[in-house]
Structure formats: C-alpha cells, structure tokens
C-alpha cells in the first residue's frame, strides 16, 4: 500500500513539474510577445510623430484663435450690456419702470416672509 501512494506521490510530482514548466513558458512566450508588441508600437508612433506636429501646431493655433475671437465677442457683449443700462438709467420712463419692478418684487418678498413667520408661529 505503501508503495502505491509512493507511486502516486512521484506520479502527481512529475505532473505538476510538466504543467510548472509548461506554464513558465507560456508566459515567457506571453511576455516576449507583449514586449515585441510594445516595440512595434512605439517604432510607429516615432515614425507618425514628426507628420503629426504641423498638425498639432495647426490646431493649436486655430483654437488660440477661437479664444481671441471669443474673448472680442465677450468684450463686445460686456460693452453693449454697459451702454444699454446706461442709456435704460438716463431714459427716466425706462428707469421708472424698473424701479417699479423692483420694488414690486421687494414687497412680494416681504409678504413671502411674513407669511413664513405666521405660519410658523401657529400650532
């Protein structure tokens, strides 16, 4: 009896040095596939990248004009919204008319509170 665990002991020992060894090569193959892989890679973006800078410069300078342009467009805005409270204070019929809508959004904020007050205070 003695004899046949040996025997089974020795034979799953060999089995498990072949799948060991089977293994150990399958993933140096792995890793010398990947790192050929990555070589390869690298080779190609070396050779697309000096094509790719115009075009890098390109863009650059076109977004740089977008924000230049964007920044005018802001200005300008900025400019048109300054001019149109001017000319809406020194119109005195304009100027009415929004000091009338402020005050008439003062009035509904204090009823709001008041009411909030009341509320709160009863049972």
Do not use: H
Not at 32 to 45: I, K, N, P, Q
Not at 69 to 91: F, T
């Amino acid at each position: 009896m003695k004899d046949i665990a040996t025997e089974a002991q020795q034979a799953v020992s060999a089995k498990a040095a072949d799948l060991t060894e089977a293994a150990t090569d399958k993933v140096q193959q792995w890793t010398a596939d990947t790192r050929e892989s990555v070589e390869a890679f690298g080779s190609s973006l070396k050779a697309a990248a000096p094509p790719l800078a115009p075009e890098l410069q390109a863009a650059a300078s076109t977004a740089q004009g977008y924000a230049s342009a964007a920044q005018g467009y802001i200005g300008e805005q900025a400019q048109n919204a300054s001019n149109m409270a001017v000319d809406l204070i020194n119109d005195s019929a304009s100027r009415d008319k929004v000091l009338l809508g402020v005050a008439g959004v003062a009035v509904a904020a204090a009823l709001g509170i008041a009411c909030q007050k009341r509320l709160a205070e009863t049972p």
